[in-house]
């Protein structure tokens, strides 16, 4: 492939993942629509109902690409393991720490984890243009729930630190398996396994093994229909809608690209906290967005096309050295 078709691939990529996050972002509006249900029943329709609906349209796919998901069936539990745990400790963080803590820890931390697991496991070297976008995502990130935290905190009690040390800790396991079943996902398609099929493997099995925890946690759910229709959206857009394009984006950018583009996520969320649900948002929250937005831009912007040599001029030098004669050292 050439470089300008590596490079539309890889934009085609990003602009998957950023769909995702976008449709990711409004989980918490739409969560706001079913009080009565907790966050571990949010999480585990939506990444439940969410990775089975995923494996049920890659069937044929799924079959055709079994042997290869068998020669990798260590990846394909790592990744599955995964999105078991993700669910419940990044609802329950925002539960324990508060969502402006959870979010910043869970979501804000991945993409360290992933440039981890990639440089370590994979031997990939990390971009001054990755670092620098991830920089400023991070404090975008930081500033965001930290004007979250402060509004959240003007009429309500403070959380105890005991309370407040568990979310984040739930918070920081959340970030790793983020990053994990992303590099999982991505280590099977960058392994010849096609996206729809890896990520209806991984989620798939994932989403039977959260069925439990759904027949558990799940009646809320089933209580009124409001809360039916809320929990249908979570599964339907965005973990199964979500996801597909978020499989799609990892087909052709790393890992550690892809959790840095989805700090997109809480950037929307508070946009929508303030148009829909009619929340304030504090001038540093508009900074920490446009920090965010910044971050985005810088990590899928073009890259410059490289100078490509002189050719004339080194074959004059090629010449100028056949007949100039050698000197002895």
Same mark, same amino acid.
């Given at each position: 492939?050439?470089?300008?078709?590596?490079?539309?691939?890889?934009?085609?990529?990003?602009?998957?993942?950023?769909?995702?996050?976008?449709?990711?972002?409004?989980?918490?509006?739409?969560?706001?629509?079913?009080?009565?249900?907790?966050?571990?029943?949010i999480?585990?329709?939506?990444?439940?109902?969410?990775?089975?609906?995923?494996a049920?349209?890659?069937?044929?796919?799924?079959?055709r690409?079994?042997?290869?998901?068998?020669?990798?069936?260590?990846?394909?539990?790592?990744?599955?393991?995964?999105?078991?745990?993700?669910?419940?400790?990044?609802?329950?963080?925002?539960?324990?720490?508060?969502?402006?803590?959870?979010?910043?820890?869970?979501?804000?931390?991945?993409?360290?984890?992933s440039?981890?697991?990639?440089?370590?496991?994979?031997? &990939?070297?990390?971009?001054? +243009?990755?670092?620098?976008? !991830?920089?400023? $995502? @991070?404090? #975008?990130? *930081? /500033? %965001?729930? =930290?004007?979250?935290?402060?509004?959240?905190?003007?009429?309500?009690?403070?959380?105890?630190?005991?309370?407040?040390l568990?979310?984040?800790?739930?918070?920081?396991?959340?970030?790793?398996?983020?990053?994990?079943?992303?590099?999982?996902a991505?280590?099977?398609?960058? &392994?010849?396994?096609?996206? +729809?099929?890896?990520?209806? !493997?991984?989620? $798939? @099995?994932? #989403?039977l *093994? /959260? %069925?439990? =925890?759904?027949?558990?946690?799940?009646?809320?759910?089933?209580?009124?229909?409001?809360?039916?229709?809320v929990?249908?959206?979570?599964?339907?857009?965005?973990?199964?809608?979500?996801?597909?394009l978020?499989?799609?984006?990892?087909?052709?950018?790393?890992?550690?690209?892809?959790?840095t583009?989805?700090?997109?996520?809480?950037?929307?969320a508070?946009? @929508?906290?303030?148009?829909?649900?009619?929340?304030?948002?504090?001038?540093?929250?508009?900074?920490?967005?446009?920090?965010?937005?910044?971050?985005?831009?810088?990590?899928?912007?073009?890259?410059?096309?490289?100078?490509?040599?002189?050719?004339?001029?080194?074959?004059?030098?090629?010449?100028?050295?056949?007949?100039?004669?050698?000197?002895?050292?």
């Amino acid at each position: 492939m050439t470089g300008s078709g590596r490079g539309r691939s890889a934009g085609a990529g990003a602009l998957c993942v950023l769909v995702a996050s976008v449709l990711w972002g409004t989980t918490g509006t739409a969560a706001t629509l079913a009080p009565g249900v907790g966050p571990l029943a949010i999480g585990a329709v939506a990444m439940g109902l969410g990775g089975i609906l995923q494996a049920l349209t890659a069937t044929r796919q799924i079959a055709r690409s079994s042997a290869a998901l068998r020669d990798r069936r260590g990846t394909v539990v790592l990744g599955a393991v995964s999105v078991v745990v993700y669910p419940p400790a990044f609802y329950s963080s925002m539960h324990l720490a508060g969502v402006a803590v959870g979010t910043v820890v869970s979501i804000g931390t991945a993409p360290l984890v992933s440039a981890l697991i990639e440089r370590v496991v994979d031997g &990939r070297r990390l971009t001054r +243009r990755w670092t620098a976008s !991830a920089a400023l $995502g @991070l404090l #975008g990130t *930081l /500033l %965001l729930c =930290v004007a979250e935290a402060a509004r959240a905190g003007d009429g309500a009690q403070a959380a105890s630190p005991a309370r407040t040390l568990l979310g984040i800790g739930l918070g920081l396991v959340a970030a790793a398996t983020y990053a994990l079943y992303s590099w999982a996902a991505h280590r099977l398609i960058t &392994r010849g396994v096609p996206s +729809r099929a890896a990520m209806g !493997a991984v989620f $798939g @099995l994932g #989403g039977l *093994l /959260l %069925l439990p =925890v759904l027949l558990v946690t799940g009646a809320p759910l089933v209580a009124s229909w409001p809360h039916a229709a809320v929990g249908a959206y979570m599964a339907l857009v965005p973990m199964f809608a979500g996801y597909v394009l978020f499989g799609r984006g990892l087909a052709r950018v790393p890992a550690s690209t892809a959790t840095t583009l989805s700090l997109l996520e809480p950037a929307v969320a508070a946009v @929508l906290a303030v148009a829909v649900v009619g929340e304030r948002l504090p001038a540093a929250g508009w900074t920490g967005i446009a920090l965010v937005v910044a971050c985005l831009a810088v990590l899928t912007a073009p890259a410059s096309p490289r100078r490509r040599p002189d050719l004339g001029a080194r074959g004059r030098a090629d010449r100028d050295s056949v007949s100039r004669p050698a000197h002895a050292d």
